[in-house]
């Protein structure tokens, strides 16, 4: 029997030390694709994908910086989506943030090179132009059960701080039961100040990520633009959800106005993973939400995206969870006890 599945695939902050060797654990066998991306790595005199995912040590002030950490996401990420059982038919494609490069390729509307230059490209101008920073705050308590006048409190704090003189912040990712802010020092600083720490680790401020989704990103779309051009990208093969919760459709796509969301509002506009999430499960109703590794973050962004939209009558943790260990229907490819479950 076909089990239905929306690919959904990650952004930074997903490789990690424990995700050092993801490429040579899980996909040896593509190494005549990761040879591709490498030789795209050498033309801009930068290290091979292979090489970086093969070191003996990992350091966070190396991989986490956009040059280093957005092509081997894409490069795990793609692999893992190119990976799965012959039982599983992909309904639809989507992803978080950076997560959308990897979706355009995974969904088919980039080649697999084209879409490793996408994101290589994006990554490094994110990298060495690093205008503003990133931080995470939850809106939800221990229980996931939305809280909508708390998100309205502090989007309003958010919009109070931006208005001060020499302050930005903005929401950066509508991401589960986070709010995903990105700013400047002063925006980010003074938000930080005037919210209580929660959960013992939030505020929480994410290294070497800049103000994505923001328009502190103008020269990056800029510079992406004139750097990649529309005739990289095509028809999508599988529909493809994007950060407004917009569908593109196979065979229906304008491929210059995808160009256009995806190098303007893309980078500069505030970006709904949970909206996304929801359309996937409204929209399609699939039997399986499969997040592709590296890393198994994103699962808990996707089980509070359905959880808030009460989705099959999940309203809190717990009810995600009876359901979730009666028969897993959120599938994390970085996770070892559950990647047999999607790639058979």
């Known amino acids: 029997m076909t089990r239905k599945a929306v690919v959904i695939c990650p ?23 990761f040879q591709s991306f490498d030789a795209i790595r ?33 490069t795990a ?7 799965l059982a012959e039982d599983i038919e992909v309904v639809a494609v989507t992803g978080n943030s950076m997560g959308w490069y990897i979706a355009l390729a995974a969904a088919g509307a980039l080649s697999a090179e084209d879409g490793f230059r996408v994101v290589n490209t994006m990554g490094t101008l994110m990298q060495d132009h690093l205008i503003g920073g ?19 409190e502090l989007l309003a704090d958010v919009a109070r701080i931006n208005a001060i003189e020499g302050h930005d912040l903005a929401l950066s990712i509508d991401l589960g039961g986070m709010l995903v802010l990105a700013g400047n020092e002063e925006g980010l600083k003074t938000f ?27 020269p990056v779309a800029a510079e992406g633009r004139a750097r990649l051009g529309a005739e990289l990208f095509g ?33 500069t506009e505030p970006y709904d993973f949970t909206r996304a999430i929801q359309t996937a499960a409204h929209e399609f109703a699939p ?18 995206s359905l959880v808030l939209a009460d989705w099959r009558g999940m309203g809190d943790k717990a009810a995600f969870q009876a359901k979730q260990d009666a028969q897993p229907f959120l599938i994390a490819m970085g996770r070892e006890d559950h990647r047999a479950l999607a790639t058979g």
């Open 192 to 218: 930080e100040a005037s919210q209580p720490v929660v959960q013992d680790r939030f505020p929480m401020r994410l290294p070497n990520h800049a103000a994505f989704h923001t328009s502190l990103q103008a």
């Open 134 to 152: 990133q931080l995470v705050y939850p809106f939800v308590g221990d229980n996931w059960a939305n809280d909508a006048a708390r998100k309205a």
């Open 287 to 304: 039997d399986l939400f499969i997040v592709t590794g590296p890393g198994a973050k994103l699962g808990g962004a996707v089980a509070q």
């Open 77 to 83: 990420s793609l692999a893992d989506a190119q990976a």
């Open 42 to 74: 050498a033309e801009a005199g930068q290290e091979a994908v292979t090489a970086l995912d093969g070191a003996a040590r990992f350091t966070v002030s190396k991989y986490s910086k956009g040059d280093v950490a957005s092509p081997l996401i894409y």
């Open 235 to 267: 028809q999508p093969q599988h529909p493809l959800i994007d950060g407004r919760g917009k569908i593109w459709w196979p065979g229906a796509t304008d491929t210059q106005a995808l160009w256009d969301y995806t190098l303007g509002h893309q980078v």
């Open 11 to 33: 952004g930074r902050g997903t490789y990690n030390k424990p995700e050092l060797g993801y490429l040579h654990r899980h996909h040896a066998q593509r190494m005549d694709l």
